[in-house]
């Protein structure tokens, strides 16, 4: 059930430019470098002692690492080099970011903090001076999971576009010929997979985008159109099928002029 935090742990632990710090495990400085992006103006040391005291609320053994850490304080208290990465930070700032860098999260305290209940914090006395800076950390990583899912299906959507963009054009090749020969079956059953292509993608956006998305996001009205197009060929098909089955009071001419009709739509939705 936290496979979703999990993988945000993992994915965190990955994009984090500390990443081979601290073998796979997440640290102070990787959380407070995806707060940084929602709150630019979070002070590291600050952080980073929140996260500290937040881990030892709960009872969770902090994994310290901070031997090559003292190390570059002292280092700096004599007034040798900084390392090459902190050439553009004062000396201060590199001994607070070692520091960061060398404080592990174990997952189960990322868990606690990526869902941590906001309200609940309120009540705990001991974490009133950090209340502020966790509840920032936290909705950073709920934010950051948020833009994350939200890239993916952005770009399940465009593969789907793009998918869409070339059958579309195969269909229209396919116009003429299955016009030419209606009364085959073998463009019958043409036509019917299309028609399950473009349904089975108006599903697929409804789902991986959201019903929210698909009728009152920035493309509703295309969504929509989308939505005509599909019922149109379902028209064209559901007649086809009575037509072939049994008497119907369409023409072959009406019939010809529906499968244009959705056609010209997919082919209109092309252009865009």
């Given at each position: 059930k936290d496979r979703a935090e999990y993988a945000q742990y993992q994915r965190i632990h990955e994009l984090?430019?500390?990443?081979?710090?601290?073998?796979?495990?997440?640290?102070?400085?990787?959380?407070?470098?995806?707060?940084?992006?929602?709150y630019p103006l979070m002070e590291f040391g600050a952080a980073t002692s929140a996260i500290q005291r937040f881990m030892a609320h709960y009872?969770?053994?902090?994994?310290?690492?901070?031997?090559?850490?003292?190390?570059?304080?002292e280092s700096g208290d004599n007034g040798s080099s900084i390392s090459e990465t902190a050439i553009s930070e004062t000396a201060s700032e590199h001994r607070v970011k070692q520091v960061a860098k060398g404080v592990c999260i174990p997952f189960d305290a990322f868990l606690l903090l990526a869902k941590l209940d906001v309200a609940k914090l309120h009540e705990s006395q001991a974490l009133q001076d950090d209340l502020k800076l966790l509840t920032q950390l936290h909705r950073a990583l709920v934010n950051e999971k948020s833009d994350f899912w939200n890239e993916q299906r952005e770009s399940i959507t465009n593969i789907v576009e793009t998918v869409s963009a070339v059958v579309i054009c195969i269909n229209a090749f396919t116009l003429g010929p299955s016009i030419e020969h209606a009364d085959s079956y073998v463009w019958f059953g043409v036509e019917?997979?299309?028609q399950i292509f473009?349904?089975?993608e108006l599903i697929l956006k409804m789902v991986?985008?959201?019903?929210?998305w698909f009728f009152l996001g920035t493309q509703w009205r295309w969504n929509l159109y989308d939505l005509v197009v599909v019922i149109i060929g379902i028209t064209d098909l559901t007649a086809d099928v009575f037509s072939r089955i049994g008497p119907s009071n369409l023409r072959e001419s009406d019939m010809e002029a529906?499968?244009?009709?959705?056609?010209l739509g997919r082919l209109a939705r092309l252009m865009r």
């Open positions: 984090s430019t500390y990443a081979s710090d601290k073998g796979e495990h997440v640290t102070a400085a990787m959380v407070i470098e995806v707060a940084l992006n929602y009872n969770i053994d902090e994994k310290d690492g901070n031997e090559e850490v003292a190390s570059d304080g019917i997979a299309f473009y349904i089975f991986v985008r959201g019903y929210g529906i499968r244009a009709f959705a056609l």
